[in-house]
């Protein structure tokens, strides 16, 4: 057995490691956090100053005990989880579980994996910072208690099975936000003048495109300036040359490289902190979670030797960049490849990708200038003396840096073109070959995507370089943000040219709005936001939320103790919570559109128990209320009277498909707040008969033989145990139902028109015994209500034939009664 032995998070960075360690080295994994904070109840002393309760993770508990056989058996260990504050807390977090002692414990941090970089942190071996591992806690127990509060004030006052969080319910009104600024935006028209002028320059002609530095709000007025152009003369009247330098960009941070992967190869922000990951670990970048821009001294030697020999030394320019993002630490470096001659490293074709952008932005970073030469011409209009024409022209005359790499930008709507201007002097005529008057509309505010939300959000303070990926991921998850993509609408342009004086118009057609990979908030994401806001103004104040992370900060510097930081929070935050739990309204998002014409009732739109959806009438009336879905794309907030009554009537009118000749009834395909299914029957007739849609199954394309065949269901199998057994479709799929109970068909199961009694059986029988390995909790006093896991293996609250997600942050153990009626969204 060797004498030292090295622990380190993960089993690829291990495998790394050990290459460089000889025989007397041992390298193990702890395969990330051994411990957390305990999942029953809070997990929390709140009565004494915040006590933070560990405990091991039941999946890490075999990992743990392993690890303190090779400890008993090492003189040395040496903790070698990454630099940053949650690599400290694993540190700390295996030296407590392990039991190690200072005297044979050694704590060594790296920004690469190389032989160099190991060996040079062995040889400099450090104690456990303390302070960063307060940072991380204060961060940990501050999240836990925000989620563990906030969450069962969801369930009981908008909807049972949500969650909140102190970053991600920022991130999500950043995108609720600037949804709301895009409804209410009103764009406008104008039209645009450019013009094509050719002038012999030597024994060429020259053509070059200006705009004209005005618009004009109205196709009249617009046609009027073309019409006052015919036959006049164009001059130069001025003449701009302007040397230009352009510096290249930084190396990468976390941000950067995030938006940067985003712009470039369309990863999203996950699969380049994934990629990422493996390129550290496999040795060829170093650490990939950091907000600093530095470089090494031996590092920007390396650079500057291959770019003067690859490129000459003209292209050289040795650059030191500073971080001026508050908290950032220099002593750590930008994300830069371990050997910048290595071009290839991965046979993968991402992580080959990710690692050529990192490595010829390090290259960029510490290359000279490129220099351009901008031409400017201004042309007059004796036909409109406030208005004038703009030339411009570009050319490089050193590449420098744009060599190896050009920065994206957010609004890149097209590749940048090399503009030519002819060196023409003031005074010079120019012959006028086409003008054009296009309609141009105004846009609105662009959404975010991944990589613009990341920009976001460092701007405004708010999280860290370790925490972008997982909010964003987080949101997406919960349902409170989807990211897609929507097809644009068309709409009519008119287009006015003036050619060999004559002028013609033209109407075209324009795709406008479409969006690639973009955020969009759901509507639930919506109501949670506004609810949060209302109530918990402080939490989701940017502001604030900023001075939360500089609060982390002086934590880790050593300039403020945690439990103050989190005392002074939760004193106020509490108490709200408390406020909130008893005064505040539901928040469901209901909006009363109006009336319906042809009954007289309100018509409402509003989050229900399977989403958001118009009712006409109300609960308090002798009729029942009618519903409709809201089909995708279509907002709560944006919906008007007149969609809501179209999607009322059309899916409770329904499609007529036909007629079933052995009852001589008409057949429907419906639309419900359960979903698509057909009907059998008028809906005033006591025996209509309804059957879910089979999934795939759509209403616009079923047939009337699809639909009967639908409606020969529920089958009947047989009988087991005295009791009748028969197949049907309802809201949730496929099921078997048998003395009051149900049992869902799964994918491997024969199809409703097939299964036999035998195998429905056997369907039952594997239930009972999942529903016993299933349950977690019961309670004597009231059997109607009990914790279990569903299908998926999630617990739950299940109540009245219905499943309630328990979210991640509770242990469904230590649930009170109370409170699952409480997540069932139940008074008890």
Same mark, same amino acid.
Not at 360 to 383: E, L, P
Not at 489 to 507: A, M, P, Q, Y
Not at 749 to 777: G, M, W
């Given at each position: 057995?060797?004498?030292?032995?090295?622990?380190?998070?993960?089993?690829?960075?291990?495998?790394?490691?050990?290459?460089?360690?000889?025989?007397?080295?041992?390298?193990?994994?702890?395969?990330?956090?051994?411990?957390?904070?305990?999942?029953?109840?809070?997990?929390?002393?709140?009565?004494?100053?915040?006590?933070?309760?560990?405990?091991?993770?039941?999946?890490?508990?075999?990992?743990?005990?392993?690890?303190?056989?090779?400890?008993?058996?090492?003189?040395?260990?040496?903790?070698?989880?990454?630099?940053?504050?949650?690599?400290?807390?694993?540190?700390?977090?295996?030296?407590?579980?392990?039991?190690?002692?200072?005297?044979?414990?050694?704590?060594?941090?790296?920004?690469?994996?190389?032989?160099?970089?190991?060996?040079?942190?062995?040889?400099?071996?450090?104690?456990?910072?303390?302070?960063?591992?307060?940072?991380?806690?204060?961060?940990?127990?501050?999240?836990?208690?925000?989620?563990?509060?906030?969450?069962?004030?969801?369930?009981?006052?908008?909807?049972?099975?949500?969650?909140?969080?102190?970053?991600?319910?920022?991130?999500?009104?950043?995108?609720?936000?600037?949804?709301?600024?895009?409804?209410?935006?009103?764009?406008?028209?104008?039209?645009?003048?450019?013009?094509?002028?050719?002038?012999?320059?030597?024994?060429?002609?020259?053509?070059?495109?200006?705009?004209?530095?005005?618009?004009?709000?109205?196709?009249?007025?617009?046609?009027?300036?073309?019409?006052?152009?015919?036959?006049?003369?164009?001059?130069?009247?001025?003449?701009?040359?302007?040397?230009?330098?352009?510096?290249?960009?930084?190396?990468?941070?976390?941000?950067?490289?995030?938006?940067?992967?985003?712009?470039?190869?369309?990863?999203?922000?996950?699969?380049?902190?994934?990629?990422?990951?493996?390129?550290?670990?496999?040795?060829?970048?170093?650490?990939?979670?950091?907000?600093?821009?530095?470089?090494?001294?031996?590092?920007?030697?390396?650079?500057?030797?291959?770019?003067?020999?690859?490129?000459?030394?003209?292209?050289?320019?040795?650059?030191?960049?500073?971080?001026?993002?508050?908290?950032?630490?220099?002593?750590?470096?930008?994300?830069?490849?371990?050997?910048?001659?290595?071009?290839?490293?991965?046979?993968?074709?991402?992580?080959?990708?990710?690692?050529?952008?990192?490595?010829?932005?390090?290259?960029?970073?510490?290359?000279?200038?490129?220099?351009?030469?901008?031409?400017?011409?201004?042309?007059?209009?004796?036909?409109?003396?406030?208005?004038?024409?703009?030339?411009?022209?570009?050319?490089?005359?050193?590449?420098?840096?744009?060599?190896?790499?050009?920065?994206?930008?957010?609004?890149?709507?097209?590749?940048?073109?090399?503009?030519?201007?002819?060196?023409?002097?003031?005074?010079?005529?120019?012959?006028?070959?086409?003008?054009?008057?296009?309609?141009?509309?105004?846009?609105?505010?662009?959404?975010?995507?991944?990589?613009?939300?990341?920009?976001?959000?460092?701007?405004?303070?708010?999280?860290?370089?370790?925490?972008?990926?997982?909010?964003?991921?987080?949101?997406?998850?919960?349902?409170?943000?989807?990211?897609?993509?929507?097809?644009?609408?068309?709409?009519?342009?008119?287009?006015?040219?003036?050619?060999?004086?004559?002028?013609?118009?033209?109407?075209?057609?324009?795709?406008?709005?479409?969006?690639?990979?973009?955020?969009?908030?759901?509507?639930?994401?919506?109501?949670?936001?506004?609810?949060?806001?209302?109530?918990?103004?402080?939490?989701?104040?940017?502001?604030?939320?900023?001075?939360?992370?500089?609060?982390?900060?002086?934590?880790?510097?050593?300039?403020?103790?945690?439990?103050?930081?989190?005392?002074?929070?939760?004193?106020?935050?509490?108490?709200?919570?408390?406020?909130?739990?008893?005064?505040?309204?539901?928040?469901?998002?209901?909006?009363?559109?109006?009336?319906?014409?042809?009954?007289?009732?309100?018509?409402?739109?509003?989050?229900?128990?399977?989403?958001?959806?118009?009712?006409?009438?109300?609960?308090?009336?002798?009729?029942?209320?009618?519903?409709?879905?809201?089909?995708?794309?279509?907002?709560?907030?944006?919906?008007?009277?007149?969609?809501?009554?179209?999607?009322?009537?059309?899916?409770?009118?329904?499609?007529?498909?036909?007629?079933?000749?052995?009852?001589? !009834? =008409? @057949?429907? #395909?419906?639309? %419900?707040? /359960? &979903? *698509? $299914?057909?009907?059998?029957?008028?809906?005033?007739?006591?025996? +209509?008969?309804?059957?879910?849609?089979?999934?795939?199954?759509?209403?616009?394309?079923?047939?009337?033989?699809?639909?009967?065949?639908?409606?020969?269901?529920?089958?009947?199998?047989?009988?087991?145990?005295? !009791? =009748? @057994?028969? #197949?049907?479709? %309802?809201? /949730? &799929? *496929? $099921?078997?139902?048998?003395?009051?109970?149900?049992?869902?068909? +799964?994918?491997?199961?024969?199809?409703?028109?097939?299964?036999?009694?035998?195998?429905?059986?056997?369907?039952?029988?594997?239930?009972?015994?999942?529903?016993?390995?299933?349950?977690?909790?019961?309670?004597?006093?009231?059997?109607?209500?009990?914790?279990?896991?569903?299908?998926?293996?999630?617990?739950?609250?299940?109540?009245?034939?219905?499943?309630?997600?328990?979210?991640?942050?509770?242990?469904?153990?230590?649930?009170?009664?109370?409170?699952?009626?409480?997540?069932?969204?139940?008074?008890?």
């Amino acid at each position: 057995m060797a004498e030292n032995l090295v622990i380190v998070e993960s089993p690829a960075k291990a495998k790394t490691i050990e290459k460089f360690l000889g025989s007397q080295y041992t390298v193990k994994s702890s395969f990330g956090h051994v411990r957390d904070l305990s999942k029953k109840e809070l997990g929390i002393d709140l009565k004494h100053n915040f006590e933070p309760q560990y405990e091991v993770s039941a999946d890490k508990k075999k990992v743990v005990a392993e690890l303190k056989k090779y400890v008993k058996e090492a003189k040395t260990v040496w903790l070698a989880s990454d630099e940053d504050r949650e690599g400290e807390a694993i540190a700390w977090h295996l030296f407590e579980v392990l039991k190690l002692q200072n005297e044979n414990t050694k704590r060594i941090v790296f920004h690469e994996i190389t032989k160099d970089a190991i060996l040079h942190s062995i040889q400099n071996p450090r104690f456990i910072d303390k302070k960063l591992v307060d940072a991380q806690q204060a961060r940990r127990i501050l999240d836990r208690i925000v989620g563990f509060e906030l969450s069962p004030v969801l369930w009981k006052k908008v909807k049972p099975s949500l969650s909140a969080g102190r970053v991600q319910s920022v991130s999500v009104r950043i995108i609720v936000e600037r949804e709301r600024e895009i409804i209410h935006f009103k764009s406008t028209s104008s039209f645009k003048i450019t013009a094509l002028f050719s002038v012999p320059f030597g024994s060429k002609v020259y053509s070059f495109t200006a705009e004209l530095q005005k618009r004009f709000e109205t196709e009249q007025q617009a046609l009027a300036f073309l019409e006052s152009s015919k036959g006049i003369t164009f001059k130069i009247d001025a003449c701009e040359n302007k040397p230009v330098s352009k510096s290249p960009a930084p190396p990468f941070t976390t941000s950067t490289l995030q938006q940067e992967a985003g712009r470039k190869l369309g990863f999203p922000v996950a699969k380049t902190m994934s990629v990422a990951q493996k390129l550290y670990e496999e040795g060829h970048i170093t650490y990939m979670r950091t907000d600093s821009v530095n470089l090494s001294d031996i590092a920007i030697a390396t650079a500057k030797s291959f770019i003067v020999e690859t490129f000459g030394k003209e292209y050289s320019k040795i650059r030191k960049y500073t971080t001026k993002t508050k908290g950032a630490q220099e002593a750590h470096e930008a994300i830069r490849p371990t050997y910048i001659k290595n071009e290839v490293v991965s046979a993968n074709s991402d992580e080959q990708r990710l690692y050529e952008l990192i490595r010829k932005r390090t290259i960029a970073s510490q290359m000279a200038d490129a220099q351009i030469a901008r031409t400017v011409f201004t042309i007059n209009c004796k036909n409109d003396t406030s208005a004038y024409f703009l030339a411009k022209g570009e050319v490089v005359t050193f590449d420098g840096f744009l060599k190896v790499y050009m920065e994206s930008s957010d609004d890149d709507s097209v590749e940048e073109q090399e503009i030519t201007l002819p060196p023409l002097s003031i005074g010079t005529v120019l012959n006028l070959e086409i003008m054009n008057a296009t309609e141009r509309f105004t846009q609105h505010p662009p959404r975010y995507t991944e990589a613009t939300l990341v920009k976001k959000l460092e701007e405004l303070g708010i999280g860290r370089p370790s925490t972008y990926a997982p909010t964003i991921s987080t949101i997406q998850k919960r349902g409170y943000v989807i990211k897609e993509d929507r097809i644009g609408e068309k709409r009519k342009v008119i287009s006015i040219e003036l050619h060999n004086n004559t002028i013609s118009k033209t109407i075209k057609t324009e795709v406008f709005g479409s969006e690639k990979s973009k955020l969009f908030p759901t509507d639930i994401g919506m109501v949670v936001n506004d609810f949060l806001v209302k109530y918990f103004g402080q939490i989701l104040d940017y502001n604030f939320t900023a001075q939360v992370e500089s609060q982390f900060d002086e934590i880790a510097e050593g300039n403020l103790q945690w439990q103050k930081m989190i005392h002074n929070f939760y004193t106020s935050f509490h108490s709200t919570v408390e406020k909130t739990i008893e005064e505040s309204e539901r928040g469901d998002g209901e909006r009363l559109l109006g009336i319906d014409p042809k009954t007289g009732k309100q018509v409402f739109v509003r989050i229900g128990r399977f989403g958001p959806m118009v009712q006409l009438g109300t609960t308090e009336s002798d009729e029942k209320p009618i519903y409709a879905s809201l089909p995708k794309g279509q907002l709560i907030e944006t919906i008007t009277i007149d969609d809501a009554i179209e999607l009322l009537y059309n899916n409770n009118d329904g499609n007529e498909l036909g007629v079933d000749l052995q009852t001589g !009834k =008409k @057949v429907y #395909v419906k639309s %419900g707040r /359960f &979903g *698509p $299914f057909v009907q059998l029957g008028e809906s005033d007739d006591p025996e +209509k008969k309804y059957v879910s849609l089979l999934k795939g199954q759509k209403p616009e394309t079923i047939t009337l033989e699809q639909a009967l065949t639908l409606l020969k269901l529920p089958r009947y199998l047989g009988e087991f145990e005295n !009791k =009748k @057994v028969e #197949v049907n479709i %309802g809201k /949730f &799929g *496929p $099921f078997i139902s048998h003395n009051s109970t149900f049992t869902s068909l +799964k994918k491997s199961d024969p199809d409703v028109f097939v299964i036999t009694l035998e195998q429905a059986i056997d369907c039952i029988l594997k239930k009972r015994e999942n529903d016993v390995a299933k349950s977690i909790k019961t309670f004597d006093e009231d059997k109607k209500i009990k914790v279990v896991f569903d299908r998926w293996g999630k617990p739950c609250v299940f109540y009245k034939k219905r499943f309630f997600r328990i979210t991640k942050n509770v242990n469904p153990e230590s649930l009170t009664l109370q409170q699952c009626y409480e997540i069932a969204g139940e008074k008890k």
